[in-house]
């Protein structure tokens, strides 16, 4: 017996033919892999988008707005079907993440409602791992960029007494850095390793 529907056939064995499955029937879990795909794949491009779109706007303007993270975590949670509790719980898990980092001033809004729209799309261990590697990243880049200038004691002493400053309930004057180019490095990073492991 042969059924076809959306440009699939389904060739069924005479022995499981039975009154269920008769001409012009798709089991419903036959396709529910291949919208789960498309619903992942979906999901992806909406987060490259907004690691892109942000990237360029906190490097250019130093602000990632609203407009770009709120429907990002609208998404995420949508998307998920009846997992939506679980994405909800995510990003609000995401956001707590990076809100001690705000208080502190070390850090705007706008990231923290990254990583929540983040970990909303693709949960908050990716996410969380993300903004972990984006910390290590922008670290990284600060050093190497103070040892072409040949300053790296004074960055290490600066480092020292902004810690200091931070422990004190104090926001340590300084420089400030585009968090979110870090942060999609990092989540880009944690989602290859994800794929690849």
């Known amino acids: 017996m042969t059924l076809s529907a959306r440009r699939a056939i389904i060739l069924v064995p005479a022995s499981m033919e039975s009154k269920t499955l008769r001409a012009g029937y798709i089991p419903p ?95 908050f261990q990716q996410a969380g791992l993300g903004a972990w590697l984006g910390t290590v990243y922008c670290a990284l880049w600060v050093a190497w960029r103070e040892a072409r200038k040949g300053s790296v004691g004074e960055w290490v002493n600066m480092q020292v007494y902004a810690m200091v400053q931070v422990l004190a309930g104090r926001v340590p004057e300084g420089e400030k850095y585009p968090f979110a180019p870090f942060f999609a490095a990092g989540v880009v990073t944690a989602l290859l390793w994800g794929w690849l492991s």
């Open 29 to 123: 879990l036959f396709f529910l892999k291949q919208e789960v795909g498309r619903i992942a794949g979906f999901k992806y491009a909406v987060l490259f988008i907004l690691l892109f779109v942000t990237s360029v706007t906190d490097k250019k303007d130093s602000r990632i707005r609203n407009v770009h993270t709120l429907p990002a975590i609208t998404l995420g949670v949508l998307l998920a079907g009846p997992g939506w509790k679980a994405a909800l719980a995510d990003a609000g898990a995401g956001f707590l993440l990076f809100l001690p980092v705000v208080l502190l001033g070390l850090a705007g809004m706008g990231d923290a409602k990254l990583c929540a729209a983040a970990a909303a799309l693709i949960g």
